[in-house]
């Protein structure tokens, strides 16, 4: 524990050194009195340093949000800064008490480095005036075109000159520092570009601009009644809302940024924002500036190997101490030094080559990234952030509709196969494959390779086969993923399946009743009924028994089995007749599966979908018996001849079920003439199919 604590304390220091010029910075930067940056930094340590969330990133005043400050305290004043970042962190807490926080980390990557870029770079024009003593111009447009004269300014001024080679030199100091020999490299560059300047600005001939610090109790602005009652005006709600967005947005993806630096306890993203959120709450409450979760910071307590959140507790404490036992060092800093600092993280903010990786990975991704950071400093951070998300959903909204439409061309016939998304981006692509075979007096449409097929696709399909059928057109073939079937299925057919559907159910209910000598329920397994709509084509369907296998009525509940009737088994040899019941003629001792003997006639049990049978021939040439539900067979004008029992042969064995407990649903029928026809309760329907020539 003591060792802990003893890296904890050193991490602590470093953090202090890298937080107070950035406090220091990030102040003048959005022209408010430095003190309010300092006073931030300090809610960010000891008030979110204690709460749950990430134990080891550090909060505080972000150079992300200066411009956006400055150009609200320059617009409505610094007394309105403590209502607007109250609320903002009112809305926070809300947003993690409401465990939105994890939907930061749905946003683009595009968007959120462009976001990034699109913050640095009206700093890097921001602080471009600082580093000469010269106020900016406002905003990132206007900041550009000035440049020219502020080039010509700065060339007759030598006063100017001097505080721009102190900030070229701080510049140049972050940028380097990093490839100095250690252990002088572990000192954070900031603080020597400042240290540096200071003794450097006391030289005779830099009479530079230095910072004003004044007393930082004095800086203190607390919220009053007044000030609130004007956040109803729709541009402070607006500041509100961007506030709220931008700094959680920084605040969660710096902590994505710092979990994968440590193999410490990961964020709770949640507890993070509601954290933020009550540190803004306060910073409000007292006219500080915003704060979040600084990358800068939290890299430097994580490199000086903290382990727990006592570091940003004690930063928080040194920076306090700093601030109100020795203010009188703060005026000595040359704002220029402040300037290069800053300009340095708006650099690394913007990270140009960032750009070139994202446009080499995906060239749709490297488009939202550049409309991003275009969009953000020709308007504003919010406008431009909706626009990169926006132009993100829009890139997501076109690969998610990637369809391939296949046609071909057979003589008289056309086929065209979808697959893929179809949405309605989609839309002028399939009309004009719908149209290239409209000519054509047969056509076949298969969609059931379609993965997603909204609406507008499945209309602009139906209406255009409902067009091709009142045109004339002599086959419409139609296969939605909905519907295995041709859409040209007349609806009566639907409706009589659903009417034998009914049926099938009432008949199971009276089945459920009949109950066997020993008093328990006769088990009926009944195959669930598939409707018209559902049906796949007969000729696509083959029977899997081979031949010689017993014929099989499904959906009827014919196949009985010894324990349902309690009948000893006996087939004779080479043919076996589940489901009917035969006058009596069997051998003593023995009895058909399924044949009811004298004064033992079957129950059909209840029909509840579509029968299959399995057709076999007798081999006295007698052919299969046709059942309908609800009825009793008993062998009328079935007669068979006696056949001698041979023991130890039970003939062909029933066929198996599949492991659902369901038989393929169609076989093909045969053509008419002797031994063909049609079995089962759909006789109506497949007579209709096939021609009543096959009847029986």
């Known amino acids: 524990m003591s060792a802990s604590f003893g890296t904890d304390f050193v991490a602590s220091i470093v953090v202090f050194l890298v937080a107070l010029p950035l406090c220091i910075g990030v102040a003048a930067a959005s022209g408010v009195p430095v003190a309010l940056g300092i006073i931030s930094g300090i809610i960010g340590g000891l008030v979110v340093g204690f709460l749950p969330g990430s134990s080891l990133q550090v909060s505080g005043p972000a150079a992300g949000l200066a411009v956006l400050v400055l150009e609200f305290v320059t617009e409505h004043g610094v007394g309105m800064l403590g209502p607007v970042v109250l609320v903002s962190g009112l809305l926070q807490m809300a947003l993690g008490a409401l465990r939105a ?130 956040l109803l005006d729709p541009a402070l709600l607006t500041m509100i809302v961007t506030f709220t967005v931008i700094a959680s947005a920084e605040s969660l993806f710096s902590a994505a940024a710092v979990d994968r630096m440590h193999t410490g306890p990961r964020t709770k993203y949640n507890a993070e924002l509601f954290s933020q959120g009550v540190g803004n709450t306060i910073a409000g409450l007292v006219g500080a500036l915003p704060l979040t979760a600084v990358i800068v910071r939290s890299a430097a307590n994580v490199q000086a190997g903290a382990k727990t959140k006592i570091s940003r507790i004690l930063h928080g404490v040194w920076l306090l101490g700093f601030g109100l036992l020795l203010p009188g060092l703060l005026g000595l800093i040359p704002v220029s030094v402040l300037a290069g600092v800053l300009l340095h993280a708006g650099w690394k903010l913007f990270n140009p080559p960032a750009f070139k990786a994202m446009w080499k990975t995906d060239r749709g991704e490297g488009t939202v990234m550049f409309i991003t950071t275009g969009a953000i400093v020709l308007a504003n951070l919010l406008e431009g952030v909706l626009a990169g998300l926006a132009v993100a959903i829009v890139l997501v909204a076109m690969r998610m509709s990637r369809i391939s439409i296949r046609t071909t061309t057979t003589g008289d016939t056309a086929r065209v196969e979808l697959k893929g998304n179809a949405t309605f981006l989609r839309l002028p692509k399939l009309i004009e494959a719908l149209e290239s075979i409209s000519d054509k007096p047969r056509v076949h449409v298969d969609a059931n390779g379609i993965s997603h097929l909204d609406l507008a696709c499945r209309s602009q399909i139906e209406e255009w086969a409902e067009q091709r059928r009142k045109a004339g057109a002599l086959h419409v073939d139609v296969r939605l993923p909905s519907s295995a079937e041709p859409a040209e299925d007349d609806l009566s057919a639907v409706e009589a399946e659903q009417e034998r559907v009914k049926q099938g159910r009432a ?167 002797e031994g063909a026809g049609y079995w089962g309760p759909e006789d109506e329907w497949a007579a209709q199919q096939y021609g009543e020539g096959t009847r029986r």
């Not at 000035?146 to 010509?152: E, H």
Request: include cysteine.
């Open 507 to 673: 008949e199971r209910e009276r089945a459920d009743s009949v109950r066997d000598p020993v008093g328990d329920t006769v088990e009926t397994e009944v195959v669930a009924t598939v409707v018209a709509a559902e049906r796949p084509p007969m000729e696509s369907v083959r029977p899997p028994y081979p031949a010689g296998a017993a014929s099989q009525s499904m959906g009827q509940g014919y196949g009985h089995t010894q324990s349902a009737h309690d009948h000893p088994t006996h087939s004779h040899p080479g043919h076996n007749h589940p489901g009917h019941s035969h006058p009596a003629h069997t051998h003593p001792g023995h009895a058909h599966p399924g044949h009811g003997q004298a004064g033992h006639p079957h129950t059909s049990h209840g029909y509840a979908g579509p029968s299959t049978s399995y057709p076999r021939q007798h081999p006295s040439g007698h052919p299969q018996h046709q059942t309908h539900p609800g009825q009793l067979h008993q062998g009328q004008g079935h007669q068979h001849p006696e056949q001698p029992h041979q023991p130890g042969h039970d003939g062909p064995p029933y066929p198996q079920q599949d492991p659902n407990g369901l038989y393929p649903r169609y076989v093909e029928y045969g053509q008419s003439g």
């Open 101 to 230: 926080g994890r939907f930061f980390q749905s946003i683009s990557l595009a968007v959120v480095q462009g976001m990034l870029a699109g913050i640095g770079v009206p700093l890097i024009l921001s602080q471009t005036y600082a580093m000469v003593d010269t106020k900016q111009l406002g905003t990132a447009l206007k900041n550009i075109g000035g440049l020219p004269d502020l080039a010509t300014t700065v060339a007759g001024d030598s006063t100017k000159l001097a505080a721009l080679s102190l900030g070229v030199m701080a510049l140049v100091l972050c940028f380097v520092w990093k490839k100095v020999p250690a252990p002088l490299s572990k000192v954070p560059a900031p603080l020597i570009a400042v240290v540096l300047g200071c003794l450097i600005g006391l030289l005779p001939g830099f009479d530079v601009k230095k910072v004003s610090f004044g007393n930082m109790l004095d800086a203190v602005n607390f919220v009053t009644p007044s000030s609130m009652s004007h």
